[in-house]
C-alpha cells in the first residue's frame, strides 16, 4: 500500500514523529496496523514563495486610511494602528517582554512592556506574512466597522486615487 500525506516532523525528546496535517490523512494512515514496519522517503515544503511588497503596501496604506478616518487616540497615526494590529494579532516577541513596576503619588503601578515582532521581508516567510495580513486586515475591518473585503477594496481606491 503506498500512502501520500502532508504532516509536520516534531521532535518529542528522544524521539521524532511526524503528524499528518488533516483528518483525512490520519484516517488513511490508520488503516496501517499498528506496529506494522513501513518504508518512509521524506520531502520538505520550503516556504520558498516570494512574498510581494504590493501586500505590504496594502497593509500600510490600510494603517493610514484606518488613522485618517478614526478618532481613537490610540489608532490615530500609521505607526499606532501598525502596532495595534500586531498586539491583536499576538505578534509579540516573547524575548522582550518585561515586568514594569514603579510608583507615582505613593500608589504603585506594574505594567508589561514588550516589543511586537517584525513583519520585515528578512524576518517572516510568505506563508507566515499572508496569515499575518489576513489577520491585520481583519483587524483593520473590525476598528473602522466594515467587511473585510469591503475595507480591502476601499483601501485599494484610495491607492489608486493617490490619498494614501
Same mark, same amino acid.
Request: glycine letters at 6%.
Given at each position: 500500500?503506498?500512502?501520500? $500525506?502532508?504532516?509536520? !516532523?516534531?521532535?518529542?525528546?528522544?524521539?521524532?514523529?511526524?503528524?499528518?496535517?488533516?483528518?483525512?490523512?490520519?484516517? @488513511? *494512515?490508520?488503516?496501517?496496523?499498528?506496529?506494522?514496519?513501513?518504508?518512509? @522517503?521524506? #520531502?520538505?515544503?520550503? /516556504? =520558498? !514563495? %516570494?512574498?510581494? *511588497? &504590493?501586500?505590504?503596501? *496594502?497593509?500600510?496604506?490600510?494603517?493610514?486610511v484606518l488613522a485618517e478616518n478614526t478618532e /481613537? &487616540?490610540?489608532?490615530?497615526?500609521? %505607526?499606532?494602528?501598525?502596532?495595534?494590529?500586531?498586539? =491583536?494579532?499576538?505578534?509579540?516577541?516573547?524575548?522582550?517582554? !518585561?515586568?514594569? %513596576? @514603579? %510608583?507615582?503619588?505613593?500608589?504603585?503601578?506594574? $505594567?508589561? #512592556?514588550?516589543?511586537?515582532?517584525?513583519?520585515?521581508? /528578512?524576518?517572516?516567510? #510568505? +506563508?507566515?506574512?499572508?496569515?499575518? $495580513?489576513?489577520?491585520?486586515?481583519?483587524?483593520?475591518?473590525?476598528?473602522?466597522?466594515?467587511?473585510?473585503? +469591503?475595507?480591502?477594496?476601499?483601501?485599494?481606491?484610495?491607492?489608486? =486615487?493617490g490619498t494614501v
Amino acid at each position: 500500500m503506498k500512502i501520500d $500525506f502532508t504532516g509536520y !516532523k516534531i521532535n518529542m525528546q528522544s524521539q521524532v514523529i511526524v503528524v499528518p496535517e488533516n483528518q483525512t490523512d490520519i484516517d @488513511t *494512515l490508520n488503516k496501517i496496523p499498528s506496529g506494522d514496519k513501513v518504508y518512509v @522517503t521524506v #520531502h520538505t515544503i520550503p /516556504d =520558498k !514563495k %516570494e512574498r510581494v *511588497l &504590493e501586500q505590504l503596501d *496594502l497593509y500600510f496604506a490600510g494603517c493610514g486610511v484606518l488613522a485618517e478616518n478614526t478618532e /481613537d &487616540e490610540n489608532w490615530n497615526t500609521k %505607526e499606532k494602528v501598525d502596532d495595534q494590529c500586531r498586539i =491583536k494579532a499576538n505578534l509579540i516577541d516573547l524575548d522582550t517582554v !518585561k515586568w514594569i %513596576e @514603579t %510608583e507615582v503619588d505613593g500608589k504603585k503601578y506594574r $505594567f508589561k #512592556h514588550f516589543r511586537t515582532k517584525s513583519i520585515s521581508f /528578512d524576518s517572516m516567510g #510568505h +506563508l507566515d506574512a499572508c496569515g499575518y $495580513f489576513t489577520d491585520g486586515f481583519k483587524i483593520q475591518a473590525d476598528k473602522i466597522g466594515m467587511d473585510v473585503e +469591503l475595507w480591502i477594496e476601499f483601501v485599494k481606491s484610495k491607492m489608486k =486615487k493617490g490619498t494614501v
